[in-house]
């Protein structure tokens, strides 16, 4: 697999570290069901998903990337955090 | 139809002409009193003793495939009892009991060979860690020996032993680990259910379950809605879309698990070794095949194929520990699609939803586990209370934070199991 990062170009998945699903955080005092749904609980799609992954062997940027659990497809990256800040 | 040494002498001379399939097909029934989702070596198993063990038999397994096409034909066959921590101590205690008579009980040859199973260790810290889990195991009733470095030499010859960066210290031994065959795992389940009444539906996949005022009612599939009062979903690898279904969402992230074989060898490896460094475990199969794997592909995946990263990854790591197997030729990959918990640890238990069962997140150990996996599921859908041996494989052990079972040590947190 070769993930577009948006920095360094397209590179090998071995330079990358998988986080999990891409999910937003609640805030510390949404309360224990919030908390037990981000930590544990998981859509687990099996077709297109989101999901977080750290460039260590390169830019050391965090990226969320589209990618198809059934076909290893990989149809983008973008700076986690990016959306926010725009 | 029994198997019997006369049989076989019979029907050898006789031309082969008398035995007959080792299970119906008959169409589904518009009821049954439970319904198994999927039929893979749990389901199946869940289903052989609600019938042997509970005297049920109005039971459809309803598999989307074919019987035995999951990852009870996708693994690498390791049958052990070597764990650590209350719940899976006794889980995996239990369930190895019942391998040991698995042959006899269902008539049908699991092929269960109890060659040993032999962990390495490469540390003063290890061996300590070694020595503390030998004495779990004998605590549990099972048997561990800790061998030194001349025992090891002596029973693995063949092992770099003083690798640089590994150099072997010694190795847990569990002398009733050993291996099955997968696939007569499954036949012989099926076999033993079909025997007493229960209907295998292949070819028929769950596309809904119906709930009413919280409990469940039938389930509609590609075959047409079959009501039932209880409703068993032992479907690992896809648990989150069948509980889904039902409106749940599991502490379940599905991963790739690869595994390799090799050609046909004489016999070089007589047991199971793991090398825990490396991430690799091999076995030699009856048919000579070295049989393989290493570690998950670490992301989220249901393609039940790897990538090759961690492929080269296993083969370095199996050159490091036996470099005799380097001019092995490969012959088959694979992957089986496992349901990761936070904790590394499987999930038998109730449901929020009455008369549904979670029997999931089996992570890499599901196959050792089958016997016992359908024995406990059988136990709890029949008398609605928990298997005693799997009393501690609760869904709510992550949202509580009781009882979990991290047996790595490495926190009970998705992606690190």
Redesign the interface.
Known sequence: MRIPCPICGPRDSREFTYRGAALDRPAPDAGADAWEDYVHLRDNPAGPTLDLWYHHAGCASWLKVSRNTVTHEITGAVLAGAEDKA | MRFSALRILKEGLTGNRGWTPHWRSPEPKSEYDIIIVGGGGHGLATAYYLARTHGLTNIAVLEKGYIGGGNVGRNTTIVRANYNLPGNSEFYSHALKLWEGLSEDLNYNVMHSQRGVINLFHSDGQRDYAVRRANSMIIQGDDAIVLDKAGVRKMLPYLDHDNARFPIYGGLYHPRGGTARHDAVAWGFARGADMRGVDLIQNCEVTGIDIEHGRVTGVQTTRGPIRAKKIGLATAG?S??TA?MAGL??????SILQAFVTEGLKPVIDNVVTFGMGHFYISQSDKGGLVFGGDLD??????ARG?L?MMEHVMEAGMALMPMIGKAKLLRSWGGIMDMT?DGSPIIDFSPVGGLYLNCGWCYGGFKATPGSGHTFAHLIATDTPHPAAARLRLDR??TGHGLMDEEGTGS???LH
């Open positions: 896809r989150g879309q889904a969402r599991l502490p379940i992230e599905s670490f992301y989220a995946s249901y393609a990538n990263p936070p992550f949202a947190q998705h992606n």
